[in-house]
Every structure is written in C-alpha cells, then in structure tokens.
C-alpha cells in the first residue's frame, strides 16, 4: 500500500487498536499482520521520534524479538505514521492484565523475561525510557500461561534534539537504566500492590 495523500489512509474506526493524546494507532484492513501509527503533523513529536528510532535499527541491523517489526514510515498532507507488526490477535494481552490473571509459575516467569528483555534492551542499545506495564504485551507462545515473550509496543526514543544516547553506548546503557530503575520498577511495583488490593477485595 503506497500512502501519499489523506485519502489513501484506510483510518477505519471498525479498525482503531487504539488513541492516545498524540496519535492513533489502526489495524490495517488489507494486511491484518500489521498496523499503523498516525499522527497529525500539527502534533507529530513521539511519532517522528519513532520514526527516527526505528529507522536507525533497520539501518544498523539490529532486531529483536521485544520490538515490533517496523515496516516503514509515510507521509500525507496533513498526517505523518509509520507501519509495523500487529499484535491485536486473541490472547495477547498487556502485561498488567496478565499480570492480574496468570498462574503463580506465570507470575515468576514474568521477572526472568523482564529481567531478559532488559538485558537485550541494554545489549543492543535499543533506548526506551517509557516503559510501563501497560505498553508490554505478553504474547502466548505456547500451552500454557508461563509460555509467552513479550513485546514493548510504545515508549521508544529519547526526547533530546541531539540523541547522543543512540550513538554512545554508555551513555545508552545509562538511560536505559537509570529509566528501569526510577521509573519502571516503581510502576511495576505500583500495579503489583494493585492487584494485590484487587484480590483482597475480591476474597
């Protein structure tokens, strides 16, 4: 599908996946393995951000299975996106709900992925500092609840004008983990502590 004008975006509500205070994020109805995020120019920040990021790993040829496949970016008169795999399909939840819901050995698998997606983020240098339990799926990949990977489909990129993150690697790791521990563990530990009281209501 070649995106040239505003009339060629197939922004269908039957398709919306999503909307959020800069952009929305549709199903594409030709090709239900992948989605697309918009934005309006006029308000275009975190997607030119991604844009950016993404843009960079394909260049360098760094994967990995926690990042969506990024399959191009476009442009329109009055819009900006970008394509990458779709993860809307049955069973596939965000981690806080998973969370809420899984076994025990599912709860304990969760940290050991967790604590390997980290690793990778770090290893690759792929810089994240918006990570919440919201933003991971936890996509079955296999019998039962405790086989999963997960897969962080928001909060990419840095905000400086000069990412100096993306080409240093200490400074890279730096981020990456001073993010992990101020900011993500906290909210982790918050949505814990939730489900925790959620259940006590409940017995």
Known sequence: MVIRRDADLPMLETHLLGRGIERACYRDPVDPERCFKVSEKTSCRQTRRDIVFFERLARLGIESSYVPKYLGAFETETKIGFFQEC????????????????????????????????GELIEKNIVAID?????????????????????????????EFIPLPYWFRALGRRKIDRYWTNHFMKRLAHCRAEIARRAKTRG
Do not use: K
């Open 131 to 159: 990570v919440h339990p919201d933003n991971i799926l936890v996509v079955p990949t296999g019998p039962t609840d405790a086989d999963f990977r997960l897969v962080l489909i928001d909060g990419y990129g840095t905000p």
């Open 87 to 118: 993860f809307a399909r049955p069973g596939v939840r965000p981690l806080s709900e998973f969370m809420a819901q899984c076994s025990r050995e599912a709860l304990l698998r969760t940290d050991l992925a967790l604590w390997e997606m980290r």
